[in-house]
């Protein structure tokens, strides 16, 4: 593939608003004004990060055994590192300041590759806010559970509608970057639920249980696709690429938006990875090969108070999350609407565009999430499916056609492309397999 010139990017693209995942010029000219922060990027990345999947580590590692699930967590922390720094070195490059992800693809690598990269993110992102959803009604239950208001075997698409409710509201702030108070609230209480996990299984962690090998107590061929499906769980833990490029288009200039976000990248990574490989090691000391999908669903892992409050923060985080998974799929619709009528009502009326096909996208992911609520065996197809070409193939690729290295170190990186790409294939493939096989098990509007 190769690299464009701005002005013929320009030529060939209409200049849209940004944030949008739609068609974009690569415009050097900023068009509104920015308010982004190291703080409000940090709070973003950390929303995005650090969620409902940090609670299933422990079960991953139960699969993986210490020295593989340990090590897993470490190579994907690493790797997520350098390739979240790679892709912001080419946010700003060539004299251009990129606004969205799909247009960063667009001028450098070409359109072939923007609309490949287009319906991956645009699925991702859908299946993003799905995930999320789900999670939301699961921690609804527990915390209702606990409380006694509900019964363990009630239904939990009530919850999960009601969620939709208050995302349609949520969903009404004008883009991403005036979200930075939803994010800030999100990396709150997704460190607060961390930080409670966390406390939960030290407390027991003087069980010392846990193998070398993993859970053996099933038969190898299902032993080896739950290992597989443990993959897809890990790198659901480190998805943010996929609004790594928006993120940072909301970040204030000066000082440079690449010198400010590869900060954030690495103090928000580093912090993620700290909490996930400290609940990783005492949910899987405390527990042992028989720890549950979520820390939080564990049998008697803690007081009822401190299950509820932890379940009542991870249901607030999720009201972030997707918000902040789901504006630039806002911004794509409201100017895929104005530019095939453009004399309608909906295109000329911004509130009307807002309030009717928000509305609309919401209530869709909504009726699919109570419609199929299995959230534990989603998180691996979506983390295995996000990971790759969001967050290791295109990274390489645009960094490689801006900054053209010595052999060794294109070498190195079409080699960690290669590696992440049989991880991901594996990945999907457990968590398929995964999804079939407790079929029976699954009830639509459960």
């Known amino acids: 593939m190769s690299t464009h010139s701005p002005t013929k990017a320009v030529t060939e693209t209409d200049d849209l608003e940004q944030g949008s995942l739609g068609k974009e010029s690569p415009n050097p000219i900023l068009h509104r004004e920015r308010h982004g922060t190291l703080f409000t990027t940090c709070a973003h990345i950390i929303t995005a990060m650090i969620g409902a999947g940090v609670l299933g580590l422990p079960n991953a590692v139960s699969w993986l055994g210490w020295i593989a699930g340990l090590a897993l967590i470490s190579i994907f922390y690493a790797t997520t590192i350098l390739s979240s720094n790679l892709l912001a070195a080419t946010v700003e490059s060539q004299g251009v300041k990129h606004m969205t992800y799909r247009g960063l693809v667009l001028h450098i690598l070409g359109p072939r590759a923007s609309k490949v990269l287009w319906g ?19 921690a609804g239950r527990a915390l209702l559970v606990a409380v006694g208001h509900y019964g363990v075997d009630q239904s939990v698409w009530p919850i999960i509608v009601t969620f939709g409710g ?70 659901f833990a480190y998805n943010f690429a996929p609004v790594l490029v928006e993120i940072q288009d909301t970040i ?9 976000m590869k900060k954030a990248i690495n103090i928000s990574i580093t912090i993620a990875y700290v909490f996930y490989m400290a609940i990783a090691i005492t949910g899987y000391l405390a ?11 564990q049998p008697d892992v803690g007081p009822v108070w401190v299950i509820v409050l932890a379940n ?76 790759w070409p969001t967050a290791i193939l295109f ?16 070498i190195g990186l079409q080699t960690l492309n290669a590696a992440m790409l049989i991880v991901a294939l594996l990945a999907i493939v457990g968590s398929l397999r995964s999804i079939i096989n407790n079929a029976d098990t699954y009830g639509v509007f459960q």
């Open 395 to 410: 990274p390489v690729f645009v960094w490689l056609a801006v900054f053209p290295p010595r052999l060794s170190v294109h």
């Open 166 to 235: 208050m995302q349609i509201v949520l969903s009404q702030f004008p883009n991403l970057d005036a979200t930075w108070i939803s994010s800030a609230v999100g990396a709150a209480t997704s460190i607060g639920y961390s930080i409670i996990a966390l406390g939960l299984c030290a407390a027991k962690a003087s069980n010392h249980l846990g193998t070398i090998q993993g859970n053996t107590e099933v038969n190898s061929v299902n032993k080896l696709f739950n290992v597989l499906n443990a993959l897809g769980g890990v790198a």
């Open 120 to 138: 991956f993110q645009c699925t991702l992102l859908f299946l993003a806010g799905i995930a999320y959803t789900i999670a939301a009604g699961e």
């Open 312 to 387: 009542a923060l991870v249901f607030i985080h999720m009201l972030s999350a997707v918000q902040l998974f789901t504006q630039p799929l806002f911004a794509a619709i409201e100017h895929g609407v104005a530019r095939r009528w453009p004399a309608s009502p909906i295109a000329t009326s911004p509130r009307i565009t807002k309030l009717v096909w928000r509305s609309l996208y919401i209530a869709f992911i909504t009726f699919i999430s109570a419609l199929i609520p299995f959230f534990s065996q989603i998180i691996g197809l979506v983390g295995a499916v996000i990971y």
């Open 252 to 260: 204030r200039i000066p000082p440079s938006s690449e010198k400010t």
């Open 287 to 297: 527990f042992g090969n028989g720890v549950a999908g979520s820390i939080l669903s």
